[in-house]
Antibody
Framework: QVQLQQWGAGLLKPSETLSLTCEVN????????WGWIRQSPGKGLEWIGE???????NYNPSLAGRVTISVDASKKQFSLKLTSVTAADAALYYC????????????WGQGTVVTVSS | QSVLTQPPSTSGSPGQSVTISCSGG????????VTWYQQVPGTAPKVLIY???ERPSGVPDRFSGSKSGTSVSLAISGLQSEDEAYYYC???????????FGGGTKLTVL
């Protein structure tokens, strides 16, 4: 069973860069797409982006230009960077693994609350 | 405003059945498999249904999915108090070249 452990800074100032990392434990690293999803307070789920096994990335068009997802397979880690954050980026951020056999995010990190305040 | 439309809320009494709908278009639901997630407040989402109607092991058969054209539905029979949660549909959108979630439906078990 794959388990995800995520970490990163939870308090940012406007214009700073959000940086989160997720470590994969157990399971088959290469059987997954690795992605990030966020949830603003009291709101629904918003897909941020994902990287597939060949290293190709897709991002939410509303965040394109500010977001980068990278994977370090040797460390079994993947990361999210979101530049120029504003108050609108304050949310609970989840890392998640999309199992390619079912095409669904079946493993999730514990979530990181990100606050943006001057 | 999501490209997938779900009712904001629904409710039912224990033992009853409810159905949650998710409406999309030809570039998403009409052309790609849909996943349903359950999110109990304070926890991460969990896969209930994938590929429109498939259940992962461990998900009770009280949960079932169906698809018709550009809409999908999640049916829950024999409602239990632990079913009180938010339910989200999700699918790949070929037009946006991105994955999209529905706005979510809050299920209240009366």
């Amino acid at each position: 069973q794959v388990q995800l452990q995520q970490w990163g800074a939870g308090l940012l100032k406007p214009s700073e860069t959000l940086s989160l990392t997720c470590e994969v434990n157990g399971g088959s690293f290469s059987s997954y797409y690795w992605g990030w999803i966020r949830q603003s307070p009291g709101k629904g789920l918003e897909w941020i982006g994902e990287m597939n096994q060949s290293g190709s990335t897709n991002y939410n068009p509303s965040l394109a230009g500010r977001v980068t997802i990278s994977v370090d397979a040797s460390k079994k880690q993947f990361s999210l960077k979101l530049t120029s954050v504003t108050a609108a980026d304050a949310a609970l951020y989840y890392c998640a693994g999309l199992y390619d056999r079912i095409g669904a995010f079946d493993t999730w990190g514990q979530g990181t609350v990100v606050t943006v305040s001057s | 405003q999501s490209v997938l439309t779900q009712p904001p809320s629904t409710s039912g009494s224990p033992g009853q059945s409810v159905t949650i709908s998710c409406s999309g278009g030809s570039f998403n639901i009409g052309n790609n498999p849909v996943t349903w997630y359950q999110q109990v407040p304070g926890t991460a989402p969990k896969v209930l249904i994938y590929s429109n109607y498939e259940r992962p092991s461990g998900v009770p058969d009280r949960f079932s999915g169906s698809k018709s054209g550009t809409s999908v539905s999640l049916a829950i029979s024999g409602l239990q108090s632990e079913d009180e949660a938010y339910y989200y549909c999700a699918v790949w959108d070929d037009g946006l070249n991105s994955r999209v979630f529905g706005g979510g439906t809050k299920l209240t078990v009366l």
